[in-house]
């Protein structure tokens, strides 16, 4: 028990860093979108909201959760424990089945396994770099994978949100493409 205080403790910073993000987002769409009527508007970003119903938005969100615990992960180096792995399948696993796409958390739990083996890659790098090698060669090769893993966590996340959209039945009729 007294082993596991520490990790719920980054449990614990991580939500409050989610919290963060997550208000500091909302204040910024909220400042730049109040001036635009979103009929007349260009911005179909915020528009896409609006066609969707409460499981497609709660999708949504979960996988822009899994997302930012995603690069919390990573940016604090703080490696791969059994709480993370049950974070990231509860939030992957949460999403398919609130839009009931059942057939992609087969998928979807394959993403989360490379998503696990990217975090304990680049924080057995880190360790590597702090306790044992140091040199700048490492660093630099840290700096790439850190990036690396960032555009992946990136790259998989707007797939993942995509599949939300095409999922949508009131998107349907729009001309929204599959990435």
């Given amino acids: 028990m007294e082993r596991d205080l520490p990790i719920l403790g980054n449990v614990v910073n991580f939500l409050v860093v989610a919290i963060v ?3 500091v987002l909302a204040i910024t769409f909220k400042i730049t979108l109040k001036n635009y009527n979103v009929k007349t508007s260009k911005i179909k970003f915020y528009g896409l909201f ?8 709660l999708a949504f969100s979960l996988v822009t959760l899994n997302y930012i615990f995603l690069i919390w992960c990573v940016a604090t180096f703080s490696g791969l424990n059994i709480y993370y792995v049950f974070i990231m399948i509860v939030f992957m696993i949460g999403a398919d089945i609130a839009i009931k796409d059942y057939n992609r958390i087969t998928i979807d739990l394959i993403y989360a396994m490379i998503n696990m083996l990217a975090i304990f890659v680049t924080s057995r790098l880190y360790d ?11 660093l630099i090769l840290l700096g790439f994978v850190t990036i690396f893993v960032f555009l992946y966590f990136t790259y998989i996340t707007f797939k993942l949100l995509n599949n939300i959209v095409l999922k949508e039945e009131n998107l349907k009729k729009k001309n929204y493409k599959k990435l």
């Fill in 50 to 57: 609006l066609g969707m119903d409460n499981r497609s938005i």
């Fill in 21 to 23: 993000f997550l208000i």
């Fill in 128 to 138: 590597y770099l702090v306790n044992t090698y140091q040199t700048i060669y490492l």
